[in-house]
């Protein structure tokens, strides 16, 4: 028996606003009257570490989505897609943003930073589809890179049980208003990016 | 009222419905969210709310205000407990005028603490009702029950949420803030509030007395149910029973639960649920509580019965547990196939490079320690401490970590155990002031010959940048009286005190290297704000470039270990994280970078 109607796992980089993601779709699911979990990265690992949040849109269980469970891996950085991969279920979609950035350990020389195939080659072998997109490029053209967590979030929307509508209007109660414009514009572009 | 709420805000939530008059803690993760929601509102509510200056004080202003018969909360996180365990410990004997409610939040693996203590242990050994939440909307139920069981008994009650609990979102029923009519007054009554040994042991007597009714009422919490489907069963405590309830709906599997929410455990439930069973799973995280009991009670009620859980190896002992974990522990028991993840190629996983935490873009800190190594030495020792600058740990001058306070008591340890060579120990200003003082004082009266170091960014960054006394304000934004490091450092009996700009790596050197030769207990105090609290306060500084025709590629930049900081082919070159502080220009043997006009 399925425990959720749609588990989403969502993977940055500290400081790449991972948690505003799960706040909109938390308020959009409970405007749609389902219940919602999540459970979210704070402390430590928010020093540009790498940050796990998990998402369970019509769930009454805890928040934690099993490995090899989710229906969605929302990366917004490639390396942290290949990280968590082990999340996705064999039916799940993997939507990555392609830009990178560079651990520590890459900036200092102690690893390299792996080329996007060689990243996204084992995630196809894994999952039953792989929709890579420069959501960083896509938040620029929409005015602020800031706006890349909102991009993925408009390629994630066709995925939740959630109509877009509800989605929008949780997005407007959440982001500051002036930023609304710039918001609005990146949701759509990251619709349309994987239309 | 239904909102989406963090496990942290439900409480906070909960706490202002029970009418709370007084909350007070010290920040440790992931327990701070709680002082957090609290702090901005509390004026608009009447409470006052602190953050304290470590747990034990928190501890006690919360006691003292329960005292009055207001109601009062303390929150902190699982070792914060062990700073307050002194008056914890007693406060069971004297009991609360108020409910008081104690929130330790305990955090399994570790992912922001120095080690899975479990608190649950605590409240058993001072006698105390403990709650344990799974969810949001438990640990705000729990919370309007803590203080009514507290004051049912007399008693403090432990409610221990876990970092999936704090830090997990859902949808939450809350009410509205209750203000509380009760005129506050200390009574004074020294059979119950002096600690004397004549005092102290009859109230041992009635401590013991009230346990059986504590379990029994306990008992009949909603939080202990127990559902029979047939002759295997599972019995899971917090968030564990969710991760048990939804393996058997997903399995589809008959097999009955006893939850366990409430501690003591309730030996009655227990005890019942065990005489129909054949086979039983206990899944809990950190310390085998429950199993150890079960083990008990099954002595008594079905010494057949066959108990799985951590001594049997079916669950993990260390680390903390997750959906998938528990159902192949029960799908194990019952001979179901278990589920893998899928599994990456091991060469997909090796090209993986590891995203360790780190000090931010131009953190003081990062200098600090640069400048600490030229003085110092790399053969030096360095007794470090607990907030964002143990992440230097790979710059070479973290040596140790125990606890809150220990660098400079442990360094003075190592001095008089014989070691010969410089010793600086690192702290920073928050964990100076929380239980750095008396290390310092000790060392001057008994004569250490060290440096101590305070890296002072005047905030408790690690948190989640909450105030201390050295910030100037209070958790509720009021202005608090001016402090002088160097004063205090230097009336606790330091020989030589010093104060310079780590951002100004030559004073910052030239300090240091005065503390080293000075022949006594000296005293540094790296003084730059955290670059994140300056950010916000709308400091921007200009961004630094390298000019590529002047760099020659010796990656002296790239060692200091800025994350603004990359290679490129050949010549280092500074990305959008960089936040000016303008350290690396100093560092770069060929000048080569600059402002950027
Ligand atoms: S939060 Fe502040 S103290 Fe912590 S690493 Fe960042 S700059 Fe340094
Ligand atoms: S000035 Fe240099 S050290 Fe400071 S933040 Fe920028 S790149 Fe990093």
Redesign the pocket.
Known sequence: MRTSECDVVVVGVGGQGVILISEIIGRAAMMAGLSVRGVETHGMAQ?GGSVINHIRVGCSFSAMISPGSADVLLAMEPVEALRYAHYLSPQGVALVNSRPVMPITVTTGMASYPSIEEILAPLRGICSQVKPMDATGLAEEAGSPQATNVVMLGALSEHLPIEEATILSALSETVPARFLEINKKAFELGKIEVE | MREYLLGNVAIAKGILEAGAGVVSGYPGTPSSEIVDYLAPIAKEHGIHVEWSVNEKVAMEVAIGASWTGTRSAVTMKHVGLNVAADPFMTLAYLGVGGGMVVISADDPYCHSSQNEQDSRRYAQFARIPCLDPADPQEARDMILRAFSLSEKFGLPVMVRPTTRVSHARADVEVGLPTKRVDSPKFFKNPPRRVALPVHARPLHAELLEKQAGIEATLAEELWNRAEMRGEVGIIASGIAGLYAAEAIAELEADLSLLRIGTYPIPRRSVGDFLERLDMVLVVEEMDAVIEEFVEMVAKERNPDVKILGKRSGSIPGVGELDPLIVRNAIAGMIDLPRKMAPKMSPEALTILPPRPP???P????RAAYYAMRKAFGKDAVFPNDI???T?GVGMGTVDTCLCMGASITVGSGIRFGGEERPICAVLGDSTFLHSGLTGLLNAAYNGARMTVAILD?S?T??TG?QPHPGTGRTACCELSPPLSLEDICRSLGAGSVDTADPYDLESMIGAFERARDHPGLSVVVAKQA????AMRAGVRRPRLAVDSEKCGGCKICIKFGCPAIEFDGNVAKINALCSGCGVCAQICPEKAIEVVK
């Open positions: 020093r | 780190t000090l931010c131009g953190c003081s800190h907030g964002c600058y992440m960014n905030i960054a690690m940048h955290c670059v994140i609290s």
